[in-house]
């Protein structure tokens, strides 16, 4: 268990790093579009300091490959939002962001339903699922990413709408990556399930067999443009905690039932997750309200 705690910390250091280092070098890279996704891989592949990023995100899912052999998809999720603090910090001391008050009054609601999250978590180990069945991975899979493709296109087009319309807030992009990303947690559970370090090649042979190497791709793929094209656009303090608190109760909630870990049955324990999940689903919501500023001029104009 305790293998799982340090290999969710360390994974949190490696994703928020990774991150801000991204955010750094997207800065410096020609504008992105996720209508040319060769362009737009071509451009990041030329960034040193981009491939430093990604390095440290793919070092990031190694130790979620950990975490997930050894902690519940639920116990794993609450570990990884605790991320969230030190990459609010990162993008503050590195690339000097700040959050408008509405989106700390945000923040603060998300960390509060993340508590509620980790304190609904049995303090015993419990048992760790290690299969779904695919029929089921399947049809979650396809409608999660088709749900979040059309929510980021859906998006794109309200953002671009008007000649004085708002740049994007971001927020239904980080919600479709964290959709995308939540398919892609799911695939990792069921490759690290299999993954025998031991037999690597019955282990290649048996997971050819799964969905999960496939949605790994695909969601990767999928990830990586859209997220990067949205990270561009907005600030990764406000994109990638909604990102994360998207895919992360995805994961604890659909995750948990598609792998038959067991949510808790204390009522008190079962009350805190579900206020938990309601309480960041309301903070998301509000979220992707948009503010709409009062157009220069409009005061003279009225008078």
Known sequence: MWWGVAAALSANVLYSSGFVLEKRALSGIPSLSVRHPLRLVRLLLGSPLWIGGSLALAAGFGAQLVVYRTLP??????LFVSGLVLLLLLSSLVLGERLSPRERYATAGILAALLMVVGSLRPEPAEVGDTASTGSV???????????????AAGGRRSARGRHAAPPAGVAHAVAVGLVYGVSSLAIKGISARLALDAPLDSALSL???????LLLITGAGGLVLSQAA???????LVVPVCTTTSCLYTATLGTLAFGESLPVEPLRLGLLLAGAALAVSVLLALSVPTTPQPKGARHEAR
């Open 231 to 237: 990270l561009q656009r907005c600030r990764a303090s």
């Open 138 to 152: 399947l049809a979650l899979g396809g409608v999660s990413l088709a749900a979040g493709f059309w929510l980021y």
């Open 208 to 214: 050819a067999a799964t969905p999960y190497p496939y």
């Open 73 to 78: 998809m639920a116990a794993a999720q609450g």
